[in-house]
Structure formats: C-alpha cells, structure tokens
C-alpha cells in the first residue's frame, strides 16, 4: 500500500508527554503487536477506526487530536 500521506498522526509526540510510554505498552493497551504501532506512528499504514479510537481513547483525547487526514 505505500506511505499513507492523508493520515499523519501525532502517536510519536503523545507517548512521550505519558511518561514516555513504549510502542509496546501502547500496542498493550490497544491490543495489537508493537509493530503495528510502529507502522502506524510512521505513517506507513493507516489504523482501522476501531484502532484508531482505542489509540485516542489510551490518550483520552478525541482522535481527530490524535490522527490528522489532509
């Protein structure tokens, strides 16, 4: 599939503002594989929405603070 350019996201930035929390305890917390997170923070996949959501909802933030589409 490629560089998702639409969808950038600020998963990277967030992390470290929580205690600089790992990928993996990330992936913990929203239930899929370290490396999946990591494909998404470099934007070279994009999340399906119920990923998305959980990713928002770790954070408590709405996704539209965590995801960006342009």
Do not use: C, W
Request: aromatic share 8%; glycine share 2%.
């Amino acid at each position: 599939m490629g560089k998702s350019a639409n969808i950038t996201n600020q998963i990277r930035t967030l992390r470290f503002q929580h205690n600089e929390m790992t990928q993996q305890n990330l992936a913990d917390l929203v239930g899929v594989t370290r490396q999946t997170i990591n494909a998404i923070e470099q934007n070279k996949y994009p999340p399906s929405l119920e990923v998305a959501f959980k990713i928002a909802q770790v954070f408590d933030l709405p996704v539209t603070a965590v995801f960006q589409y342009q």
